[in-house]
């Protein structure tokens, strides 16, 4: 097995199996082993996404294409076809969603940043997802400069310098609070995780314990049953002459 097949395979899987069957396929192959031990388990939410990608990838394909649109209009400022992506992006959006029984509260927002992202889009679509992306929301990586689409400098007023300023600025703040929310989405989910593993040990415990009790009120009714025919033969006996 190379290493393209043993993340298909891992990030395919049910996600509570993930980490049993990657120690597996380490110990399985030598070559790969340091590699396969470094992927790192799926959050819920990329999880639904990489069973999204193979169970619908014409949707996710769509979804991917909008992306690609949108990011071309961002770059011209065209305000007409953005109000329109946008618009498809949330039918798109919403179809996905609809897919998924019981689906993350992350997984909307971790599409919307995979698919704006170029690298990420590769990873979604191959239903590789370990985690959102640090940037997307938009089609900007914070890492890099704003680059729209080249113009004229001779004509280009004050005013539309400004404009551009300001789309900028607002580009990047919206960036720092996707990223800023996404990473408060994932300890949440890490804490609700813990909370719902924690239950299912509370409750695992209770069950024990009510077995106990009614083995214990078993033998309880037993001891009296047995207690109330020694006492009725002893009387009987009492009574012989």
């Given at each position: 097995m190379d290493l393209g097949a043993a993340v298909d395979r891992l990030y395919g899987l049910p996600r509570e199996?993930?980490?049993a069957e990657r120690d597996k396929i380490a110990k399985a192959e030598p070559k790969i082993r340091d590699q396969v031990r470094k992927l790192r388990k799926p959050t819920v939410a990329a999880w639904q996404a990489n069973q999204l990608a193979r169970k619908h990838p014409r949707d996710v394909a769509a979804l991917?294409?909008?992306g690609r649109r949108l990011r071309?209009?961002?770059?011209?400022?065209n305000g007409p076809e953005l109000r329109e992506l946008s618009r498809r992006r949330i039918e798109v959006l919403d179809?996905?969603?609809g897919f998924v029984e019981d689906a993350s509260p992350g997984l909307r927002d971790l599409l919307e940043r995979s698919y704006t992202d170029p690298a990420a889009s590769d990873d979604l679509m191959a239903g590789r997802v370990v985690t959102a992306p640090e940037g997307g929301g938009w089609g900007f990586d914070p890492a890099t400069p704003f680059s729209p689409a080249p113009r004229d400098t001779a004509r280009e007023t004050k005013h539309d310098e400004e404009r551009r300023r300001a789309l900028e600025e607002a580009f990047r703040a919206a960036e720092a609070a996707d990223a800023e929310a996404?990473?408060?989405l994932e300890a949440a989910e890490d804490r609700l995780r813990s909370a719902a593993e924690e239950v299912d040990q509370l409750q695992a415990a209770l069950v024990d314990a009510r077995a106990v009790r009614?083995?214990?009120e078993q033998a309880v009714r037993e001891a009296r049953r047995e207690a109330q025919q020694r006492a009725k033969?002893?009387?009987a006996a009492e009574r012989k002459p």
């Open positions: 199996g993930f980490t991917v294409d909008l071309a209009a961002q770059e011209t400022l179809k996905l969603v996404q990473r408060a009614e083995d214990a033969e002893l009387r």
